[in-house]
């Protein structure tokens, strides 16, 4: 699977397998055939009992042999995946994913159905391989690649986050402003968040290209390890040889490639003989910065907006990406929450950066501006921030 927006190609091809045609039936047991893309698994993994996973491993749910069909209409395109029961999880995996006429917008329905004849309980985990290798010279990584999470501020992790494998002193990430901030770096590593913000981003900033991932969190609910998102670094880790001397595991690039995995989990959900679960999530690439500050559902943001005023006008500027093509609009409101006015700023495409620097005339009783996007239908798509307009002296 590959994601392409404006020739920006997002997912991680394995260049071992690139071109080769491996089928279900071919693939040896045990073992882990990664092509890369995007992937469902089973959550809790480990090997102690039928209760976990033993994965990644290529079984019937990574890698069985799932049945394609194709369903369309005038503003939808949706692939339809179903898979084969897998026997010793009792899990059947099932996926919709649909593409719209009107946005780069991408959805996403996983299913797991309990396809035994007893009780279960398991989390569907959706797994995105992004390419950390630098595009202009694939044979080293990307300098600047990042991942962006809000965290939790009632948060079950000792400083947010949970470092389940690798280095705790991993220079790669931290915690500033209620965000962690992942800069990657060729070292192994796996990071849990208990995030409650429904989204986490993707950035690469040589391109200034990224992808939000959006999903449903589910407060009373109880999520594998309480982690909601999972950050998983491919890189180089120290391990111990048979002398108990320490050793490197792999060098990056030969043969570790480079990627990173970005893991949505659902809640851990009880499944009777024959009912299902859905977990639904979208994907919106955009152009984004490592700065991104905000996102919301008309776009991301950058530079906050900000304005002020100054004989009879408003300055309005910003930084952002959005989601839809269509208008700017610029909503002007006086001390008591009355709009009263709203003005068409400037034309917008998801595929361009939008460096806004706009002034407008505004009555003097003007107190706040709120920055939306109207769609080319007319729907407005909701508001990219907005800000308090301050006054500048003459």
Known sequence: MQVAFDDHRYLFVNPKYKG???????IGKPGWVNFGGDKLWPLPEGSENEQQWPGPISDALDAGDYKLTVSEDH???AANLQGPPELITGLQFSRQISIRADSPEISFRAVMKNASAHSIRWSIQSV????TADRRDPAKY???FWAIAPTNPHSAYVGDYWV???????PSFE???GKFRLHWLPLENELW???????????DDTDQFGMIERFRYEAAAEYPGKATVIFYKNGAALQLDADGTPIMRSRPGEPAPYYMEAEINSPMIGLQPGSSYAMDTEWFPVRASKKLETVTWAGVAWTPPSASFSNGTVRIVGKFGVFFPGKLVARIFDGQGVMISEVELRAVDPRQVVELDQTTVASANAQRVSIHLRDEQGQDRGSLGETKISRTET
Do not use: F, M
């Open 164 to 170: 389940r494998a690798g280095l705790a002193d991993d």
């Open 20 to 26: 080769k045609n491996i089928a279900p039936s071919d």
């Open 128 to 131: 995105s391989q992004y390419d």
């Open 193 to 203: 968040l208990d995030s409650d913000a429904g989204w986490i981003a993707v950035v």
């Open 75 to 77: 503003e939808t395109c």
């Open 175 to 177: 915690v500033n402003s």
């Open 142 to 144: 990307n300098h600047e």
